[in-house]
Structures are given as C-alpha cells and as structure tokens.
C-alpha cells in the first residue's frame, strides 16, 4: 500500500474505534486512537499474516500488552477482514466475543489474551524466543502504553530479550504522554524511554507515529537489525483524529454521548473528505 492508502485505512480504523466506544458506551478512545496508523501499517503493510487462514503456523504474531485499547485492534482487524466490520458494535455487550480486553479464545486473529498492564511484553518474548528455538521464520510485535511501562514486568522481559538477542522482537510503545491519571512525565516519568531500551541492549528508533514514511523506514530497520531486539519508540497525540480528544487525557477510558460521536465523526469524515480530493 502507498501512504495514501495507508492514511484512508487509518482513518477508517478510527471510525471504527469511535463507533465501538460510542456503541459500548464505554471503552478507552484516546490510545486506541494514538495508535490507529501503528496498527494499520502493522495489519496492511508489515505482519505476514492472512485473514483466510488466522491460525497459520508460519504467521508473525502481535500481542497488545496495552489491552485496554482493544478498539483500535478490533477495528483494524476487523477491516483487515477478519471479522465483520458491522460486529464493532457489539463491543463489550453481553453475549459479544469482542470484549473489554482482546481474548484469543473467541477473537479471530487475536494471538494473546492481554489487559493486565505489563504482561503482553512478556508473553511476546516467549513467542520470540520460541520461534528462535524451533528455527521458524516468524516475527513477534507487541504495542506497550507509556504509562504501561511504568510495570516492572516490562522491564524483567527487556532485560531477557536483550540478552537473548532476539532479532526477531519488535516492541513498539504508543508514546502520546497522557495515562488515565495524567501527564506520564508527572505520574511516574518513565523518561528517557529510548535511553531505558538502548541500555538492555535494544536497537531503539523514534519515530513520528502518524508519519507512514517515518514508519515504514522504523519497521524496515528492525528487519535488517541482527543480534538485538528492536524498540520503535512512537511519538503519537492522544486521540489523533477527533478534534475534542486530541491531547486530553480526559478521553483515555470514557464513551463519546451522541452529541460528541456527531461531532467526532464528522472530524473523521472530514479527514476521509480532503483524503479524496489528494486521491483525485
């Protein structure tokens, strides 16, 4: 896909999301948002992967640790082709498979159950690692929170993927610098982010988040990087793609009502709008 039709997806991604939180009336928005063109390049450009056949042995794996923001996976799986893009709706609704956190028990394409903050990072290594002991060609991503890596377990997995040299790891932190409670750097500053990987002996790249060339190139390096996991430190904003949730951690865990789903998907649309006149 070129970066136009990246951005088209990614924007239909984020419609997804702000429907399935709007339909849920409840759920997390903001990270889900941040890291929209993450996953889109992840699902439609990156990951060997196939829709058809979800359980295929050879396939790279991606595990959220951020679990929370479950609505940006679901929707970009969903317009991957892994399920019904109609089902977002039924996010978090008694009797749906698309629940609060991803359950790889009932979600076609979800490779790990995750939620509890932490923990994904570490189910990733030993995919990593696995994959290495059985000689398979498969490549493991993981998407961590900033304020997720607050968690000592994320450390403990990045001291032994380093010193395992697992070349086949990619770990991505959605950096947009808001948590539930607020600013990161005022929680708990997890700062310098880059410094912290690079010293368990990760090859670590910055990238703009919501820049497809910028992306594109960090992902392209982790493939050509040997002898050491990669962290691709994402710089993102809070919310990318509505208007009144850009930057706010207000919007890290609550619904849209229908007065501000009206207004976030006409932002959305918007997008869609001047995305076309490019295409033309």
């Not at 396939?59 to 019904?84: E, I, M, N, Q």
């Not at 394409?109 to 939620?115: I, K, P």
């Not at 793609?241 to 890290?252: C, I, K, L, T």
């Amino acid at each position: 896909m070129n970066n136009l039709e990246l951005k088209k997806v990614a924007n239909e991604v984020r419609k997804g999301i702000v429907t399935a939180v709007h339909s849920a009336k409840a759920g997390h928005p903001g990270g889900s948002l941040s890291s929209a063109d993450i996953y889109t390049y992840l699902y439609f450009e990156e990951m060997n992967i196939d829709p058809k056949d979800p359980k295929k042995e050879d396939r790279d794996r991606f595990v959220l640790s951020k679990g929370h923001t479950a609505p940006g996976l679901y929707s970009t799986l969903a317009h991957r082709g892994y399920f019904p893009v109609e089902d977002l709706t039924t996010l978090r609704k008694l009797g749906s498979y698309l629940q609060g956190h991803p359950s790889m028990q009932y979600i076609p394409g979800v490779d790990m159950s995750s939620g509890s903050l932490g923990q994904g990072i570490s189910a990733a290594v030993g995919m990593a690692l696995g994959a290495k002991m059985d000689q398979k060609d498969v490549r493991v991503y993981t998407l961590l929170g900033d304020g997720e890596i607050q968690e000592g377990q994320v450390w403990e997995a990045a001291m032994f993927a380093g010193h395992r040299k697992l070349d086949n790891l990619v770990v991505i932190v959605d950096n947009n610098g808001l948590q539930i409670d607020g600013p990161v750097a005022d929680v708990c500053s997890p700062y310098p982010i880059d410094k912290k990987f690079e010293a368990f002996n990760f090859h670590v790249i910055n990238v703009d988040a919501h820049d497809f060339d910028e992306i594109r190139a960090a992902f392209q390096e982790a493939r050509e990087t040997k002898g050491a996991p990669t962290a691709i430190i994402a710089h993102s904003l809070k919310g990318k793609g509505v208007s009144f949730m850009e930057g706010s951690a207000d919007w890290h865990g609550k619904a849209p009502n229908d007065e501000e789903y009206a207004v976030a998907m006409a932002d959305l649309q918007k997008i869609s709008d001047e995305l076309s006149k490019e295409e033309a």
